[in-house]
């Protein structure tokens, strides 16, 4: 079962969502495109705005930063009601004032709330989180190892008829909200876990895919397994980027075998990709053009989809091992700066919003502080950058 709307009815949407009000990342659609974007479930927000009302105007900017600060993982739409085509809509939902912001828990699968809180991005995001449920099984080791064996072994005795993915983090003291969204939209076909690693990566090691000798390689790690699976034995690790798009996409693909990107706002805003067509010789050449164009279409999509992930998967190596470098250099000089981040990636030569963070300063030794707040212990895994949540 897919997950997703298909490549032909994102790239139809695309024109409707860059004309509107608001800018990218909100999505500014029309009746129709709104139901189609809202028929997967997701936690989504959506203002319903006229052109000529001046506190639209002014709730732009704020709710337009608000989106920026949590896609891909929380769309924002906006819906303008003063469009004939969308008056239907608007009356479906009673909107009888401007701006009115509706909340959408599980998109277009269950009923709209009414956002009553500040027009300011601070709290907007605060509410939109609020709408993703916690459905992420919690595990715990003992801080000095020793029963990585039985935890593992419970979680997989947990519904076993789907398949379960675990993620393991070196330092966290809380769930990733990435991984809540990503258990969210997975419900129901996947059992999701988190666990906190000891500093010995003691977990890690217990699945037989820590070295302490591969610099390249962070301890954030994923790994699946099938339903029915009753032992560690048999896992498959994810060897990709750690964000949000890179990590649906290979969830999907664990669940059906399709390489399809499954976020729907970023399918409706992003641009397709050109494939360059194969060079053939003459002989080959009638063989190629008997082929149906659907499926000609469908495996350029599947190639653009793939080559995008291996980009991003190449970009994301390189910046380990520039870190990793700088910091064997640093060691050997003597020199005790932190304070400088990696090089990131000039945010155009990625489509999906692609943010620097995996390159984490782990110098300190200091335990974390015991649990905070969930809103400060999402934010702690926010690393220098403007979009947080996107990447573990």
Not at 195 to 201: A, E, F, G
Request: proline share 7%; aromatic share 6%.
């Amino acid at each position: 079962m897919l997950l997703t709307l298909p490549l032909a009815l994102a790239t139809a949407l695309l024109p409707l969502a860059q004309a509107g009000m608001y800018g990218q990342p909100v999505l500014n659609l029309d009746a129709k495109s709104f139901k189609q974007a809202m028929a997967t479930e997701h936690a989504a927000m959506v203002a319903f705005v006229a052109p000529w009302c001046g506190h639209c105007k002014a709730l732009g900017p704020e709710y337009t930063s608000a989106a920026q600060s949590l896609s891909p993982l929380i769309p924002f739409y906006a819906i303008d009601c003063d469009d004939q085509k969308n008056k239907g809509l608007c009356a479906e939902y009673q909107i009888q004032g401007f701006p009115t912001i509706k909340a959408f828990p599980r998109a277009g699968k269950g009923a709209a709330r009414d956002y009553q809180g500040e027009r300011k991005k601070g709290a907007l995001v605060d509410y939109a989180k609020g709408l993703v449920p916690d459905r992420v099984r919690k595990l715990k080791v003992d801080s000095k190892g020793g029963n990585e064996d039985k935890v593992i072994t419970g979680f997989l005795e947990e519904k076993p008829n789907l398949p379960h993915v675990l993620l393991v983090h070196p330092s966290a003291p809380s769930i990733p909200f990435l991984w809540k969204v990503l258990a969210h939209r997975l419900s129901g076909k996947m059992h999701l876990g988190f666990v906190r690693d000891t500093s010995s990566h003691s977990l890690l090691s217990s699945l037989g895919i820590y070295d302490a000798a591969e610099t390249t390689k962070d301890a954030t790690r994923v790994v699946s397994w099938p339903a029915e699976a009753t032992s560690k034995d048999g896992l498959t690790e994810y060897e990709g980027a750690m964000k949000f798009n890179a990590l649906l996409e290979w969830l999907q693909f664990q669940l059906t075998g399709e390489t399809s990107t499954s976020n729907d706002s970023e399918k409706v805003k992003q641009k397709p990709l050109k494939v360059p067509e194969p060079i053939t010789s003459s002989s080959s050449a009638d063989e190629v053009d008997s082929e149906p164009k659907e499926e000609r279409s469908v495996k350029s999509e599947a190639a653009a989809r793939r080559a995008k992930l291996d980009e991003a998967e190449r970009r994301d190596r390189e910046r380990r091992e520039r870190a990793a470098a700088k910091k064997a250099a640093e060691e050997a000089g003597g020199s005790g700066t932190t304070d400088s981040a990696p090089d990131a990636v000039p945010q155009e030569a990625v489509e999906d919003q692609t943010v620097p963070g995996e390159e984490r300063k782990r110098e300190d030794a200091a335990e974390p502080e015991p649990e905070q707040t969930a809103r400060e212990q999402d934010e702690e895994v926010v690393e220098r950058t403007g979009v947080p949540h996107e990447e573990l």
